[in-house]
C-alpha cells in the first residue's frame, strides 16, 4: 500500500519534470535574455544596498538589475537586500553596516524609521548614497548624494501633458494602500491637471478586481476623460476596463514594462512616465566605487534625478526590447 | 413503526418548512446577498444595470470559484493558506512553460495541471501523515510557494511578470473557454461566470447526494468516529486538498489567459477573501458544517460591496472598513438565524 502510494508520488513528480525537460525552446516566444554584462573594472569593493521594496515589484527588480550590473562593470562586490518594513529595513541596514562595506546604498521610503542606523553608517565613515525616496532628508542623515526621481515632480508632469490633451476628470489608481510616494504621485498630477482628480484604490495582488473596478468608476461617472495608473502591471488592466466600459478615457501610466511600451507604440496609451529605475541601482554604485577611488561626488552632492522621463509614441519602439529585457 | 413513537424521536421529528429553510447553512448568506443587492441596485442605476452586473459579477466569479473547494475543505475540517498563492503558481507555469521553454499550449496546461495536483497531494498528505493542524502545513506551503513563484520567474525572465502568451500557438482556442465574454443585453458578461455557476452546481451535488460528500461531512464533524465506522478520512483530505489546487489550477489559468500576463506575486493574500466567503456562506471554522452555495453567496456578497461602493461613487480609501463592517454583520446574522433556528427546533 505505502510502495503503492510512493509509487504515485514519484510518478507525479515525475512526469511533469520529463515533458518540461523533453521539450525544445524553438517555439518560444520570449527568449531568455543575454544575462553577462560587460568587463570588469576590478575596483573590488565591497557594496551594500538596502532598499524598501517588495520582493515581487517590477520596479525594485528593475533597481535590482542596475545594481547588479554596476556591480559587474566595476569589478565590486554587491550584496543586494530589501524589506518593506521601516523598523526591518533599518535592521537590515545595521547589519550591513556591521559586516564594514565600502560603501552603503539606502532607499527611505520612511526617513525617521531609518535615521540611527544611517547616521550609525555614516560616523562610521562608510559613505552612503540614497536613492528612490528620501531627498528632502538626504543630507541632513550625512549622505553624499541622492538619486532619484522627484514623485510630486513627476506627477505634475502628467497633470500638465494630460491638460494639453484636454483632459478635465481624471482618475488615479492606486495600487498599494499607505505608499506615500503613489499619494504624491496623484497629489501631483492634481495640482497641474486644473480639473478633478478622484483616487480609487485597487489591489495589486488581484488585478481582475481591479479591472472590474476600474470599469464599475467609469460606468458610474460617463464624464471621466483621463485614466493615471501607478504601475505598469495596472495599466494593463485599466486598458481593458476603459475597452469594456466603452469610455473613451485616455490612459496614461507610471513606470514602464513591454506591454505598456507595446501599447503606447499601437496608441492605446497616450505616453508612460518612466524614472529609470536601472540607474538610481546603476549609478548609486558608480558613484560610490569612484567617490572611494577617486573622491568624485556627481554634481557636488546635488540629488540627481533620473526622471521623468516620457515614454511616446515616438521612442516607445526602441524601448520596448529593453522593458521586455527588464533593464528599462 | 407508529406515529407516536416517530415524535418521540428528535432525529426524525417533524420539522417545520421554515424550521428547514432557516437551518439551511446558506440561508444567512443568501438573505445577506439580497439585502445588499436591494440596497445597491436602488441607490445606483449603473450597479442595476446589464454592464454594472456584469462588473459584479465578474469580481464574485474569480472569488467564488475558489470559495468553492474552499469551503469544502473547510467542511472537510482543514485550511487551506496556499491557495491564493496557488493560482499564482498554476498561471506563471503554464506562462513560463509556453512562452519560454516552448512547449505546446495545451501540453503546458497538462503538466501545470499535474504539478498542481501533486502540490495538493503534499499538502494534503503531509497534513494527515503528520496529524499538525492544516494551518501550519499549508503556511509553509503559501511562504514556500510564495518563494518559488519569485525566484523561479526572476530566473527565467528577469522581470517579476511573464508576458506574450497571446502570442503562443493555439492561444486563442484557450481564450474562447477561459477568458472570452458572453453577450448579454448589451453588456459582456465574463465566461468565468458561468463556470464559477457550474462548479459550484457540481460542488453542491458531490456534498448532498454523493457518498464522498458524505466522508466529507463526518471528516470534518468528527475524525475519530468516522474511522470507526469506516470512512476514508485520509484519503476525503488528500482529495479535497487536491481539489482545491485543482481550482487554483483552472483560476490562476484563467488569469494568465485573459490578460496574456501574469505577475509573480498574483494570489498573495487572496486565501483570506476565499476563507471569508465561505464563513459567510455558513461555513464553520470548526467544520463539519457549511454549504458550496452558501460560499459562491458569499463570493457573490463580497463581488457586489466591492463594485457597488465605486459605483455609488463613495472614497474608496474606506473602502476595506467597509467591507469588514458589512462581513462582520454578515456572520452575525448568519449566528443569529442558526440559534433561532436550532433553538425553533427543540
Not at chain 2, 149 to 170: I, M
Not at chain 2, 249 to 277: D, M
Not at chain 2, 311 to 322: G, H, I, Q, R, T
Request: with cysteine.
Amino acid at each position: 500500500m505505502i510502495g503503492k502510494r510512493r509509487a504515485w508520488v514519484v510518478v507525479a513528480v515525475a512526469v511533469p519534470m520529463l515533458v518540461v525537460s523533453a521539450c525544445s525552446s524553438r517555439n518560444a516566444v520570449n527568449k531568455p535574455h543575454n544575462k553577462s554584462g560587460g568587463g570588469s573594472g576590478g575596483y573590488g569593493y565591497k557594496i551594500a544596498v538596502v532598499t524598501h521594496g517588495g520582493a515581487g515589484d517590477s520596479f525594485w527588480s528593475i533597481v535590482k538589475r542596475g545594481v547588479d550590473q554596476a556591480g559587474k562593470d566595476m569589478g565590486d562586490t554587491v550584496t543586494y537586500q530589501s524589506n518593506g518594513d521601516p523598523q526591518q529595513q533599518s535592521q537590515l541596514i545595521d547589519a550591513a553596516v556591521n559586516a564594514n562595506p565600502d560603501g552603503l546604498v539606502v532607499s527611505m521610503a520612511n526617513p525617521e524609521a531609518l535615521r540611527t542606523s544611517i547616521q550609525n553608517a555614516v560616523k562610521k565613515g562608510i559613505p552612503v548614497i540614497t536613492i528612490n525616496s528620501g531627498e528632502a532628508q538626504s543630507k541632513e542623515y550625512g549622505a553624499l548624494s541622492h538619486i532619484g526621481s522627484d514623485e510630486t515632480v513627476a506627477g505634475q508632469a502628467v497633470g500638465t501633458e494630460l491638460k494639453k490633451d484636454g483632459v478635465k476628470n481624471a482618475i488615479c489608481v492606486i495600487q498599494e494602500a499607505g505608499n506615500v510616494g503613489l499619494e504624491q504621485r496623484c497629489a501631483g498630477v492634481k495640482a497641474t491637471l486644473g480639473g478633478s482628480v478622484t483616487n480609487l484604490q485597487v489591489d495589486n495582488n488581484n488585478l481582475q478586481a481591479a479591472q472590474s473596478i476600474i470599469a464599475a468608476k467609469l460606468q458610474s461617472d460617463k464624464s471621466i476623460d483621463g485614466v493615471v495608473t501607478l504601475g505598469a502591471q495596472v495599466a494593463a488592466v485599466a486598458e481593458t476596463a476603459i475597452a469594456s466600459a466603452g469610455s473613451s478615457a485616455k490612459l496614461v501610466t507610471f513606470d514602464l514594462n513591454a506591454t505598456v511600451a507595446k501599447d503606447i507604440e499601437s496608441g492605446k496609451m497616450l505616453f508612460a512616465v518612466d524614472q529609470q529605475p536601472y540607474l538610481q541601482g546603476y549609478l548609486a554604485v558608480v558613484m560610490l566605487t569612484q567617490y572611494k577611488a577617486n573622491l568624485n561626488v556627481l554634481g557636488g552632492g546635488q540629488p540627481v534625478l533620473t526622471g521623468p522621463n516620457l515614454i511616446t509614441k515616438e521612442n516607445a519602439a526602441a524601448v520596448l526590447p529593453l522593458a521586455a529585457g527588464g533593464t528599462r | 413503526m407508529t406515529a407516536a413513537t416517530a415524535t418521540a424521536d428528535e432525529r426524525v421529528a417533524h420539522v417545520g418548512l421554515l424550521r428547514r429553510i432557516l437551518l439551511k447553512p446558506e440561508f444567512g448568506a443568501l438573505i445577506g446577498a439580497i439585502v445588499i443587492f436591494v440596497f445597491f441596485a436602488s441607490q445606483s442605476d449603473v450597479f442595476r444595470s446589464a454592464a454594472g452586473a456584469a462588473n459584479w459579477l465578474d469580481v464574485s466569479s474569480v472569488l467564488g470559484l475558489m470559495a468553492v473547494p474552499v469551503a469544502l475543505l473547510m467542511i472537510g475540517g482543514h485550511f487551506d493558506l496556499s491557495a491564493g498563492v496557488q493560482t499564482g503558481t498554476a498561471g506563471l507555469a503554464t506562462g513560463i512553460m509556453t512562452t519560454y521553454w516552448g512547449l505546446q499550449l495545451y501540453a503546458a496546461w497538462a503538466v501545470s495541471l499535474a504539478l498542481m495536483l501533486t502540490i495538493g497531494f503534499i499538502n494534503g498528505f503531509l497534513v494527515t501523515r503528520t496529524g499538525l493542524p492544516s494551518f501550519i502545513i499549508t503556511l509553509g506551503m503559501f511562504l514556500g510557494l510564495q518563494g518559488l513563484n519569485l525566484g523561479v520567474t526572476k530566473q527565467v525572465t528577469n522581470t517579476v511578470q511573464v508576458e506574450n502568451l497571446d502570442l503562443v500557438p493555439g492561444y486563442h482556442a484557450l481564450f474562447n473557454i477561459l477568458g472570452s465574454t458572453v453577450t448579454i443585453g448589451g453588456a459582456k458578461f465574463q465566461i468565468a461566470i458561468i463556470w464559477w455557476i457550474g462548479f459550484t452546481i457540481v460542488a453542491s451535488w458531490i456534498l448532498v447526494k454523493t457518498r464522498f460528500g458524505n466522508w466529507i461531512f463526518a471528516t470534518g464533524g468528527e475524525p475519530n468516529a468516522s474511522k470507526n465506522v469506516g470512512v476514508r478520512t485520509n484519503r476525503t483530505t488528500i482529495t479535497l486538498f487536491m481539489m482545491v489546487s485543482f481550482m487554483a489550477w483552472f483560476v490562476g489559468n484563467t488569469q494568465i489567459v485573459r490578460s496574456g500576463t501574469i505577475q509573480a506575486q498574483v494570489g498573495i493574500g487572496q486565501e483570506l477573501y476565499y476563507i471569508v466567503a465561505a464563513v459567510i456562506g455558513g461555513c464553520l471554522l470548526t467544520g463539519g458544517y457549511g454549504s458550496a452555495i452558501g460560499a459562491s453567496l458569499g463570493a457573490l456578497i463580497f463581488g457586489m460591496t466591492e463594485v457597488g461602493i465605486v459605483n455609488l461613487n463613495w472614497n474608496s480609501d474606506w473602502f476595506k472598513l467597509f467591507v469588514g463592517v458589512m462581513l462582520l454583520l454578515a456572520v452575525l446574522a448568519n449566528q443569529f438565524v442558526r440559534r433561532f433556528a436550532e433553538q425553533a427546533r427543540r
